[in-house]
């Protein structure tokens, strides 16, 4: 099952969308139909830009599910983002805009796959990110364990769940309820299309192994740059140009032949935070992030990429790395605002696929978070709903 990557990429002026629950201690966009979740992002041209958003239902696929906006929406599917301050004593000035849902003009009626677009003064899309509303119907236990494939048991962690749904009627579960399961937040290498293997009364078993197996991966690296003049633990050095500050990481060393080793990390995601004032949505400052890689590998038809949540997962040319031959390293530079950063060397290969194990070697030791969201669509409906959740992490892997 493939998933329509219909995401709108926003222009250069626009940066840290930052979209996740309200009052909770979680990064993923997802939310109970009770919860709130918000929105914000800033725009470098500082000019207090009308924008308003429009919000759309989709289906398992995220595409439209033609509902009109009265069977999905309370209020206004449509409205004008209020809510926008300008930076405060920052080098580089920005407009930081934000919204949360539900408000008093937006509330969901109904679970499913949601899209929010930014929309300008002349109604085109600036930007759109995907988030999910589930309603609890069923519980669902996640586990993960060691892959038992024997080609892959140093590298590879498979999962398995089984939905509960004792209050919960489901007549035909192989056709209407659809599992898809999520790695530390990230779509592109989401697994879907899985069958009840087993029934046991109300529970639905998927103990699969290698069609739920993903590459653990490496832990993820980082940097903290919230003290923007200052050098930290993974920050070589710090230097103030024309505009804005410089920040130089330390070149890290490729890790595909180095034994796994445990250090903490937030799994790809990022915060934004700052030492140099009390609200770091209008306080925080942007400086130019240097990265460098060294790698002996053979990355022939293979082009390099710094990815994680802070770009929404994407491979694009302005974080992508270039081959410098003075240097012998692989370098880009990206703007970022001040926070605590995450980040993984990823490879594209010429057929589109793209591997996070080329540079940093994957282990069934990693710390990975995993997401398994239950889509049910009752024969007949017109739309699909998201009845349950359910979270595991392999910190606990079962051999």
């Known amino acids: 099952m493939s998933f329509s990557q219909d995401e709108i990429i926003e222009p250069n002026h626009i940066k840290t969308i930052i979209l996740k629950p309200v009052g909770v201690n979680a990064f993923a966009p997802i939310i109970r139909l009770d919860e709130k979740i918000k929105l914000s992002f800033d725009d470098l041209n500082a000019d207090e830009h009308d924008y308003s958003y429009k919000i759309e239902h989709c289906n398992e696929f995220w595409e439209s599910s033609n509902l009109t906006a009265f069977e999905f929406i309370n209020g206004y599917a449509e409205y004008r983002i209020r809510d926008y301050e300008n930076s405060f004593n920052t080098l580089q000035p920005y407009t930081n805009y934000s919204v949360i849902f539900p408000n008093e003009h937006t509330s969901f009626k109904i679970s499913g796959n949601y899209i929010i677009s930014i929309l300008d003064e002349d109604n085109k899309v600036v930007f759109n990110r995907k988030f999910v509303v589930y309603e609890p119907k069923v519980t669902v236990a996640v586990a993960v364990y060691r892959s038992r494939d024997i080609s892959t048991i140093q590298s590879k962690q498979s999962v398995e769940f089984i939905i509960n749904n004792p209050n919960f009627r489901i007549n035909n579960p192989s056709a209407e309820v659809v599992p898809v399961i999520i790695q530390n937040n990230n779509w592109q290498?989401?697994?879907?299309?899985?069958?009840?293997?087993?029934?046991?009364?109300?529970?639905?078993?998927?103990?699969?192994?290698?069609?739920?197996?993903?590459?653990?991966?490496?832990?993820?690296?980082?940097?903290?740059?919230?003290?923007?003049?200052?050098?930290?633990?993974?920050?070589?050095?710090?230097?103030?140009?024309?505009?804005?500050?410089?920040?130089?990481?330390?070149?890290?060393?490729?890790?595909?032949?180095?034994?796994?080793?445990?250090?903490?990390?937030?799994?790809?995601?990022?915060?934004?935070?700052?030492?140099?004032?009390?609200?770091?949505?209008?306080?925080?400052?942007?400086?130019?992030?240097?990265?460098?890689?060294?790698?002996?590998?053979?990355?022939?038809?293979?082009?390099?990429?710094?990815?994680?949540?802070?770009?929404?997962?994407?491979?694009?040319e302005e974080n992508k790395l270039q081959y410098n031959m003075n240097s012998g390293l692989y370098e880009a530079t990206l703007l970022l605002k001040q926070g605590f950063y995450n980040y993984q060397y990823v490879t594209k290969s010429n057929d589109g696929s793209i591997r996070n194990h080329d540079i940093d070697g994957s282990f069934y030791q990693t710390e990975n978070d995993y997401t398994v969201l239950v889509y049910y669509k009752k024969f007949g409906s017109r739309y699909t709903r998201v009845i349950g959740v359910g979270f595991g992490n392999s910190e606990k892997i079962n051999n």
Do not use: C, M
Request: net charge negative; no cysteine.
């Open 189 to 316: 290498t989401a697994i879907a299309g899985l069958k009840p293997q087993f029934y046991r009364g109300t529970q639905l078993l998927y103990k699969y192994n290698k069609e739920t197996s993903f590459f653990g991966g490496n832990e993820f690296l980082y940097f903290d740059s919230k003290a923007i003049r200052s050098t930290t633990l993974n920050i070589s050095n710090v230097e103030q140009g024309e505009e804005l500050y410089h920040t130089y990481l330390y070149t890290n060393d490729e890790r595909i032949d180095l034994p796994y080793t445990l250090f903490p990390d937030i799994n790809g995601n990022f915060i934004i935070r700052t030492l140099n004032g009390e609200n770091p949505q209008t306080d925080a400052d942007y400086s130019w992030v240097h990265f460098s890689l060294k790698s002996l590998e053979n990355l022939e038809g293979k082009e390099i990429y710094i990815q994680g949540n802070y770009n929404n997962w994407k491979l694009l």
